[in-house]
């Protein structure tokens, strides 16, 4: 049995500090840093004339700081599980911003959001906790339908691959990065969260659901491992 929401929200409840720093606060990805910095960039320059982002499973705000170097003052629509992450993600991105910043603590699974309503989606580490075909569809056409026309998302996730003898090759890789940044123990700690928690699906998968809901346009910007950074343009 996976995980439920409530068990998910308390952990994250619990791990704020980790999360509020940009370069260290998602160690357990893999070039977390660079996959940040990709898709600030990607999304200031594919949409330059940006109102308004929302940041789905925003943590504590860090891809909305990023955005914000490049394009600034925009009006930000928080959404996270964890109302100590918002309490912090609201606190940093007020003070970095003369925009808007909106706040909603809930499930993208049960929210709904604005039609034609943002510029902008940012989906950071959070979508690989969608279960079911039928979440994965509803909650991208409802990304679809929150942008506006020439919007985009973006996203940096954990990824499956589509060929379980490269899942395994991959898996290998990730544990080695682990192990190798915090040790053996660690690795475990990481995997076994993972497994009670993450339901990823591979990058082909997301990129054919981005096309299938509306986006005419898909972009790739970074992939090591099993981690990718991605985007989609709604024209």
Request: proline content about 3%; some cysteine; hydrophobic content about 45%.
């Amino acid at each position: 049995m996976k995980s439920s929401v409530e068990e998910i929200r308390q952990r994250f409840d619990a791990d704020v500090e980790r999360f509020s720093n940009l370069e260290t606060g998602q160690s357990a990805t893999v070039d977390a840093p660079l996959a940040m910095a990709l898709v600030a960039q990607a999304a200031a320059v594919v949409t330059p004339n940006a109102k308004h982002v929302i940041d789905v499973g925003c943590g504590a705000g860090n891809y909305s700081l990023k955005l914000l170097q490049l394009i600034p003052n925009l009006d930000v629509t928080l959404i996270d599980l964890s109302q100590p992450m918002l309490d912090r993600a609201v606190e940093r991105v007020s003070r970095a911003t003369n925009g808007t910043v909106t706040a909603i603590q809930g499930d993208i699974r049960e929210i709904e959001l604005p039609e034609s309503g943002c510029d902008i989606v940012l989906a950071s580490a959070v979508l690989h906790h969608l279960r079911s075909d039928a979440e994965w569809q509803n909650v991208f056409a409802a990304f679809c339908r929150g942008l506006r026309t020439g919007g985009s998302i973006w996203i940096f996730d954990l990824i499956e691959s589509s060929l379980k003898s490269v899942q395994s090759l991959m898996w290998q890789r990730y544990g080695e990065y682990l192990a190798n940044f915090k040790g053996a123990a660690w690795r475990d700690e990481v995997f076994a969260y993972v497994d009670r928690e993450d339901t990823p699906r591979s990058l082909v998968f997301q990129l054919d659901l981005l096309r299938s809901v509306g986006f005419q346009q898909v972009e790739i910007l970074h992939k090591n491992s099993c981690f990718a950074a991605f985007g989609a343009v709604k024209s």
